[in-house]
């Protein structure tokens, strides 16, 4: 160990005077704002992490969507031959309103083949009562009319058969063959699954958009699989989005207010170390005659600078370090019990983990060191700067 390491420590643990309960405040000060950071960008990572599985459990990873006229069948075929697609699921969504008795609900109608492995899985993962056949629908839309599997309802086409005086309504009385509940309001009280034959007999040439959902490997390359299946079918008339394309606002929105949250909360450690900035103040006047008497012996300047410093970087770097330990300790009690509850029908998830990513540690850390350094700096360079003859004049 260096001598200027040596003194520095022994400075530091000096219980001399006043300085002791500086010193502790000062550490507890970068300990506690760095245990605050951590926790705070953990739960927003978590909450990020939990939205994205919630909506991969839920959503197509990407969607390939038919503009204008094309053969949907071969469109398949050039997006089952993308390496990393794992399944597809053609579909035809349509616009109706489902009613019963006095009480109606707009939908989509989402016309598939039942016998599709990828919708069985999809859907049946969710389904929470009755059975995959005949009208399957949200639990959101069943708690607006009403109803429950193997009741019956009335779908309406609003543009259903064209006569000389316009459109009247086609209707149709269907039986609900099961409910799924995904936790996700754009599906729950919105999304109809119907068997494409009979969504095809009943909407005939009424307006309609189709397409294919595909789902891959690796979700989170979703981007990459993307840019294959583009170049695989190389037509303009056909968009291909991945559901990083379709929650990008959302996503951006999240990461900007981590970020905010971030620099507002590294002032937390900017207040701290103005504790250190007052300890060192304290301990030049305080070691004055030790100042003088190592230069005496040869110390340069650049010595006594570094002493100072030592002091500063030291308190930041245990108290940082033991913060970053704390904050893992406390994230696996909270990740264990639970502890962080939220309304589930809200953020689609009963409680929110606290997942800490190295990146904000790194950040976090190295972040806590330079204005530990900082707010050292000015006082070692005025203790550096003491006059030895004025020193030893006074004293």
């Given at each position: 160990m260096s001598l200027t390491l040596r003194i520095a420590l022994r400075y530091l643990l000096s219980v001399k005077g006043s300085t002791l309960l500086i010193t502790f405040i000062s550490f507890f000060g970068v300990f506690l704002s760095v245990c605050a950071i951590l926790l705070t960008l953990g739960v927003f990572t978590g909450f990020q992490d939990s939205l994205k599985e919630k909506i991969l459990s839920t959503a197509p990873h990407i969607v390939v969507s038919v503009i204008g006229e094309a053969d949907l069948a071969s469109v398949r075929k050039k997006v089952e031959s993308v390496p990393g697609v794992k399944e597809t699921l053609p579909f035809t969504l349509y616009s109706a309103i489902l009613g019963k008795e006095e009480r109606l609900q707009p939908v989509t109608v989402k016309a598939v083949d039942f016998r599709e492995r990828a919708f069985r899985e999809l859907v049946g993962r969710h389904l929470v009562k009755g059975k995959l056949q005949s009208l399957v629908i949200g639990k959101g839309v069943a708690d607006v009319l009403g109803v429950s599997a193997g009741d019956t309802a009335v779908l309406v086409f609003p543009m259903g058969i064209r006569t000389p005086t316009g459109f009247i309504p086609k209707t149709k009385e269907v039986t609900i063959g099961g409910v799924f509940s995904t936790g996700a309001y754009d599906r729950d009280f919105v999304i109809v699954y119907m068997k494409d034959r009979s969504a095809k007999r009943f909407f005939k040439r009424g307006f309609k958009f189709e397409g294919i959902e595909v789902y891959i490997d690796d979700p989170y390359l979703a981007q990459e699989v993307k840019k294959r299946i583009e170049?695989?079918?190389?037509?303009?008339?056909?968009?291909?989005?991945?559901?990083?394309?379709?929650?990008?606002?959302?996503?951006?929105?999240?990461?900007?207010?981590?970020?905010?949250?971030?620099?507002?909360?590294?002032?937390?450690?900017?207040?701290?170390?103005?504790?250190?900035?007052?300890?060192?103040?304290?301990?030049?006047?305080?070691?004055?005659?030790?100042?003088?008497?190592?230069?005496?012996?040869?110390?340069?300047?650049?010595?006594?600078?570094?002493?100072?410093?030592?002091?500063?970087?030291?308190?930041?770097?245990?108290?940082?370090?033991?913060?970053?330990?704390?904050?893992?300790?406390?994230?696996?009690?909270?990740?264990?019990?639970?502890?962080?509850?939220?309304?589930?029908?809200v953020y689609m998830m009963s409680y929110i983990p606290v997942h800490l990513k190295p990146l904000d540690l790194t950040a976090t850390f190295l972040g806590t060191l330079l204005l530990s350094f900082v707010s050292s700096l000015i006082p070692a360079v005025r203790a550096s700067r003491e006059n030895i003859v004025n020193i030893l004049r006074n004293e």
């Open positions: 170049k695989a079918i190389n037509n303009e008339l056909i968009l291909v989005r991945s559901w990083i394309d379709l929650n990008k606002p959302l996503f951006n929105a999240l990461q900007l207010e981590k970020l905010a949250l971030f620099l507002i909360l590294l002032l937390m450690v900017l207040v701290a170390s103005f504790n250190i900035t007052s300890l060192l103040f304290v301990k030049s006047k305080e070691k004055i005659r030790d100042i003088a008497v190592l230069k005496t012996f040869g110390m340069k300047s650049g010595g006594v600078l570094k002493i100072f410093v030592s002091v500063g970087l030291t308190i930041g770097l245990v108290g940082a370090t033991l913060g970053v330990l704390t904050s893992f300790v406390l994230a696996y009690f909270i990740n264990e019990y639970r502890l962080i509850r939220v309304p589930e029908e």
